[in-house]
């Protein structure tokens, strides 16, 4: 079957398991009603299924290349993301000071996902242009919005961040590219930057740049970078793009997946970029941008999941091997019991993310710092899991569909080869997860604490009609709870060895809560019994993965450079 929306379970999510009442509730978006957010997704879903849909595979075998230093995009790309610009799809979340729906993150973010699983290659441009005009919402002069953000989010132009270069990628701090100021306001940027995703577009007007650089005499590190909006053409006096501007693609990467993005080696000789936010505080404007791509990138792999979900799905609907109860490789039990682990962790990760933009909004609206504090801390979760749980149900496809999974006319392994690389960018998952027993363990756990109230909470009131499932999640909070105070109570480099076990037991956790609040909405239905499958055959992982925690990093790191040589 061809990829299909999952409209249906983004609004029962919405409604039943991740508290989107409280958002409408709200007077900033009290306009969200149910009818309304069914009927944005409900035509979102349309657009994906009719438009963007036939584009994923067409992309993948005729990528965009780079002819004379001209860049090609792939075919029906210019068309898909014409369709795309004209729905308002690019921004919906955006202020509607500037053209945008203002729609409230968690909607956005279910958009966003539909758009990936459809066609991750292509919704990899709008998802870097939602993070540019959130940056320039945030940092940016007056004079830059009003010129820029109308464009952004009308999607007639397009944008991108501009961080990595050869020797300084996660070490942002590295980074060698220079500013010099012009003496009019603008400044002279010069330097090269790699892996820039969609670093130059043949169907938007212009490509906007958000580099960092250092001005002169800026000390070393990241506290000496700042924040330059670089565009392809300057505009001229009325807006439009006018002259080039001095920076060209050099090359395009030659990817393992997502031919269709066309990722730039950028090369930057003195183009004209202005400041953005103040000088030396360009890592947090920056991180502005970042905080709201690692959420979207965690939706990315969510899309590719469902997306390589359904593709299996209809394969062993329809495959005929061997005896079994259903006359097709459904009814093997390991084909049920992959299928069946693809279909619970989707649901698990998809109301992590869902929450995690919950409590955005919900940051927005009320500007209360418990649930600023739970959106950042649901950040790096939502991030790490999906893209993992991205990672694995596509390699899981590929194993369901056996021999033909491995045979690329199949297109089973492009989910595999085009979601793999959301769990390197935007900060590796283990950057993710240092982020989350670093920084968002900075405030004792309070934070962390919370949310483990809020699930055991809702354990005891499920007890009385689902006591063997409420048990086992309050039993599992009760264990992260225990390892997150110890987990506290070490010193800081301590954390590190034991984060990403941390981060996935976390994930687990909250998946069983999630599960469990789907299974109290649909007692009788397929969430109760996914709901049983998920608590009480993949919640048990945590403990394993709590154990690494208890062991802390004294094994780990008494395993010299020279014993991995050896």
């Not at 000071?97 to 968690?106: N, R």
């Not at 709901?531 to 048990?540: D, G, K, N, S």
Request: some cysteine; hydrophobic content about 45%.
């Amino acid at each position: 079957m061809p990829y299909r929306a999952p409209v249906a379970e983004m609004t029962f999510l919405l409604k039943e398991v991740v508290g989107f009442d409280e958002v409408s509730a709200t007077p900033r978006y009290a306009e969200a009603s149910d009818d309304m957010v069914q009927a944005v997704l409900g035509e979102a879903g349309r657009l994906c299924d009719e438009v963007l849909a036939p584009l994923n595979r067409a992309g993948d075998l005729q990528g965009a290349v780079l002819e004379n230093g001209v860049l090609r995009s792939s075919p029906g790309f210019a068309e898909g993301y014409a369709a795309l610009a004209e729905g308002g799809w690019v921004a919906v979340s955006a202020d509607p000071e500037h053209g945008g729906m203002g729609l409230p993150v968690a909607v956005g973010t279910a958009v966003n996902e539909m758009m990936a699983g459809a066609c991750l290659a292509l919704q990899l441009n709008p998802l870097l242009t939602q993070g540019q005009i959130e940056a320039l919402e945030h940092h940016a002069s007056e004079e830059i919005k009003a010129l820029y953000l109308p464009k952004l989010i009308s999607g007639e132009w397009s944008g991108t961040m501009n961080l990595t270069e050869p020797q300084a990628g996660s070490d942002v701090g590295a980074l060698t590219s220079k500013a010099s100021p012009n003496g009019d306001g603008t400044y002279a940027v010069t330097g090269q930057k790699i892996f820039i995703s969609w670093g130059d577009c043949d169907f938007v007007g212009n490509v906007c740049h958000l580099v960092l650089a250092r001005l002169p005499d800026a000390p070393a590190g990241t506290k000496g970078i700042s924040l330059f909006l670089v565009p392809k053409y300057i505009p001229d006096g009325g807006g439009a793009p006018g002259v080039a501007n001095d920076l060209k693609v050099v090359s395009l990467e030659h990817k393992m997946g997502l031919h269709g993005s066309p990722t730039c080696v950028m090369s930057f000789d003195g183009a004209t970029g202005w400041l953005i936010g103040e000088e030396g505080d360009g890592m947090r404007a920056m991180f502005t941008m970042m905080n709201n791509a690692r959420l979207g990138v965690g939706g990315q792999g969510i899309g590719a999941a469902e997306g390589a979900y359904q593709h299996a799905l209809e394969y062993a609907m329809e495959r005929k091997q061997g005896r079994s109860p259903d006359g097709t490789i459904v009814g093997h039990a390991d084909v049920r019991r992959m299928l069946a682990g693809m279909k619970a962790d989707i649901l698990a990760a998809r109301a992590i993310a869902l929450s995690c933009a919950v409590a955005i909004d919900m940051g927005r609206a009320t500007d209360e710092a418990e649930w600023i504090a739970r959106a950042a801390f649901l950040t790096p979760i939502a991030k790490a899991f999906g893209t993992d749980v991205g990672c694995e149900a596509a390699e899981a496809g590929v194993q369901v569909w056996g021999g033909m999974g491995y045979i690329e006319e199949s297109g089973a392994a492009q989910y595999y080869r085009d979601v793999r690389v959301t769990a390197i960018y935007e900060g590796t998952n283990g950057i993710q997860a240092m982020d989350l027993v670093g920084r968002k363990l900075m405030d004792g756990g309070e934070a962390a604490g919370r949310l483990l109230d809020e699930i055991e909470a809702q354990a005891e009131a499920a007890k009385a009609t689902a006591p063997e499932l409420a048990g086992a999640v309050w039993e599992a909070a009760e264990s992260l709870r225990e390892a997150t105070e110890a987990l506290v109570a070490r010193p800081m480099p301590e954390r590190f060895g034991v984060a990403v076990p941390y981060l996935r037991a976390f994930a687990r956790v909250l998946g069983g809560h999630f599960h469990l609040r789907a299974a109290m909405a649909d007692p009788s239905g397929a969430h109760a019994r996914l709901a049983r499958f998920y608590i009480t055959r993949l919640l048990p992982e945590h403990a394993g993965l709590l154990a690494h925690v208890a062991r802390g990093d004294a094994e780990l790191m008494a395993i010299t450079a020279e014993d991995l040589a050896a």
